[in-house]
Each structure stands twice: as C-alpha cells, then as structure tokens.
C-alpha cells in the first residue's frame, strides 16, 4: 500500500513540474518575443495535427484527373456533365484546368482557371455511416472558358469548396456521404453565354448538391431525379433504378460512358 501510495504522489509531482514548466516558458517566450517555437506548443500531444497553410494543400492531388462530375444548368434544371482532363498547379493559390462540359449532346471544351481564397476549421463528423471527421473546408473562387468557336460556349463562374480531412501523413478529400451537405466538392455558380449575354444559374458537385427542392425522390443516399425531369436530361439517371433490366442496363452504360474521349 505504502509503495501505491508513494507511486501516485511521484506521478502527481511529475505532473506538476511539467504543468508549471510549460506555463513558464511560455510565457518567457511571450517576453522574449524571439523567433523559436514556444514551449507550449512542444508541451502538446504529439498526436494533434497541424492546420494546414494553403501551401500545404495541393488541388492536384484532392480531385484526381478525369474525375465526372453530375450538375444542371438553368432554371429548368437541365442535366449537365463536367470533367476536368487537366490540373496544373501555377502557384500557392491558382490552378489551371482543362476540361469539357456535356449539355445534352452538345459538348465544350473548356479552360480556365480556379483561385484558392482560404482554408477553415469544420467541427462536424459523418455520421454513423461514415464516421470521418471532416477537417476542414477549401473556399475558392474559379472561372472557365469554354471555347467560343463551339457551339453553345459559354463562361462558367463562381465559387467553390472542398472539404478535408487529416489521412495519416497526407490530406485528403473528406467522406461525408452522409452527412446534411452531401458533397465533398462544389462547384457554385452562374454560365454567361457567348451568343447571347444571358446569364443561367449552374453548379455541379461530386455527388447530389445543386438541386432544388423535389428534385430528388430517393428516401435514402441514392439520387433518383423525379421523372418530370426525364426530358430536361435525366432519362439515364432515372433509369438506373428502373425495374426494367434492359432500361437499366442502358442507363448503366450511358452513366459509365466516358464522352469527353
């Protein structure tokens, strides 16, 4: 009993010391005002990790190339698709991107680029089907110019996030299927025509943002467009849950069929 007791009162010492050392030299540091990591910081678990600086994070690696993407255009919700063949990191902050849009049968290629603005702290998790915690948020801004000897060209605008997440020694883009904003990557904004001027709202996201309220008849993760969109584009998407094998067996190849080849 005497050697328990004399254990706890040892740890209880070291405990103290430390407390008390790392509250002095921090505040030594504070006075000193030089130019050497704090004390403080050296104090803490060796476990926590550092919030990443835009430097740190490389869009190249977040959103792997020829990644497709599922949106709509215009206030009657028109199917639209977009890929990015291309991510050529410039500097810290600004990406070039190479890509195509796909409205109907009508494709674009496009070119522009994205602007990183910040990085912010998110405190929310996955949920219980996917219990990731999310990190963090990327906020940017992006352009694209879709070539105006096509066809329909136009120019896309608008802002755009990702969400990530600490994956061992690297960063990574987060798994929040689940959760309330069911995307980890948007793209928000406005496409301004070449021919005409008029502006259309359009976004696109890596799984089901974008689209307004009723456009979604899934009661679960899946995206099931309500069929009064069949003609706006959706035929395809609408299919893949169809009860018809042959329809969904066409629909599973139009929703895999790489067009911007």
């Not at 504070?30 to 550092?50: G, H, R, T, V, Y």
């Not at 219990?131 to 060209?153: M, T």
């Amino acid at each position: 009993m005497k050697n328990i007791n004399y254990l706890h009162f040892t740890v209880l010492i070291v405990l103290l010391v430390t407390i008390n050392a790392c509250t002095f030299f921090d505040k030594k540091q504070k006075q000193d005002n030089s130019n050497e990591m704090p004390i403080a910081d050296i104090c803490l678990s060796m476990d926590s990790q550092e919030f990443p600086d835009v430097k740190d994070v490389n869009i190249e690696t977040l959103i792997a190339k020829e990644t497709e993407f599922h949106g709509m255009i215009g206030d009657d919700i028109q199917n639209m698709r977009i890929v990015f063949t291309s991510i050529h990191r410039i500097n810290e902050r600004e990406y070039e991107i190479i890509g195509k849009s796909k409205v109907r049968n009508n494709i674009c290629d496009f070119k522009g680029f994205i602007e990183v603005i910040e990085i912010v702290e998110t405190d929310f998790a996955g949920g219980d089907e996917a219990p990731n915690i999310v990190d963090g948020k990327i906020i940017g801004n992006y352009r694209f110019n879709e070539d105006k000897n096509q066809s329909g060209a136009g120019i896309f605008e608008g802002m755009f996030e990702i969400y990530w997440a600490h994956y061992e020694d690297s960063i990574g883009v987060a798994d929040i299927w689940y959760t309330y904003s069911h995307y980890n990557i948007l793209f928000d904004g406005t496409w301004e025509s070449n021919h005409t001027g008029k502006t259309k709202k359009a976004c696109w996201s890596d799984y089901k943002a974008c689209f307004p309220e009723g456009f979604n008849v899934s009661d679960g993760p899946d995206l099931i467009p309500n069929e009064k969109y069949r003609s706006k584009g959706w035929d395809y998407m609408i299919d893949l849950f169809s009860q018809d094998e042959e329809k969904k067996e066409k629909a599973f190849a139009e929703y895999n069929r790489k067009w911007w080849k």
